[in-house]
């Protein structure tokens, strides 16, 4: 699988990137790419974005800019790389993220798109399968949600996770029926008088089973 992302801001990513799931991930043939929009402008001066027709606040990411771009990477027209791949738009107009879109993500070659300031022209519809958020509140670009959608789709992708029950059994996938994973422990066994369920320390691994699903329906 390949991942594009589109971004003015890609040395964002450097941290994100160099970690090791991704690593792994390009190992087994993954590939991630990063593009910047202003490497690709038509326009002079390197500009990227235009203040809105009808007025108001902020500049807006044009979409000659964005279609310069893609049909850098990806040459022919813009509004065909959505035939063969998901295409999305970091937007918090978007449909929230979740573990179900995350998974549907990982099957097919991905493209991000991220805007900045008021966002990307409206006409990026066109080009687009999704329109994608991270959460209810408005952030100042797509850069940190592009890397919670790379993050979540990249641990979707078999044998990135190098035990593959963690990714199964984790918190909202299906096998937890959309509730958080059960509580995690590590030594010390005791701390500062805070203690450790006595069925974790039980070697009993039937029992253990038993307090774990409770826990995840407790939740
Ligand atoms: Cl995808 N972008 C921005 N700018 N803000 C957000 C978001 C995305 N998701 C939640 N807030």
């Not at 993500?105 to 006409?123: F, M, N, S, T």
Request: with cysteine.
């Amino acid at each position: 699988m390949r991942t594009d992302v589109f971004t003015l801001f890609p040395q964002a990513f450097d941290w994100y990137l160099s970690q090791v799931h991704i690593r792994n991930a390009v190992e087994l043939g993954h590939e991630f790419h990063l593009t910047n929009y202003r490497d690709h402008t038509p326009l002079s001066h390197l500009q990227v974005d235009d203040t809105p027709y009808g007025g108001g606040a902020g500049m807006v990411l044009r979409i000659d800019v964005v279609c310069a771009a893609l049909e850098a990477v990806f040459p022919g027209d813009a509004a065909c790389l959505k035939d063969g791949r998901r295409v999305v738009e970091l937007t918090p107009k978007g449909r929230q993220f979740d573990d179900a879109l995350a998974a549907e993500l990982a099957r097919q070659d991905l493209v991000l798109l991220c805007g900045r300031y008021e966002g990307i022209d409206e006409r990026v519809k066109h080009l687009v399968t999704d329109r994608v958020s991270i959460g209810p509140y408005v952030l100042s670009g797509g850069e940190v949600a592009a890397m919670a959608v790379l993050d979540g789709v990249t641990r979707k992708l078999p044998g990135v996770i190098s035990n593959p029950e963690s990714v199964v059994s984790e918190s909202h996938s299906d096998v937890l029926e959309g509730g958080a994973e059960y509580p995690h422990y590590t030594r010390p066994a005791e701390f500062r008088g805070w203690g450790v369920p006595e069925v974790l320390l039980s070697g009993n691994h039937g029992e253990i089973d038993c307090w774990r699903a409770l826990q995840v329906r407790k939740r």
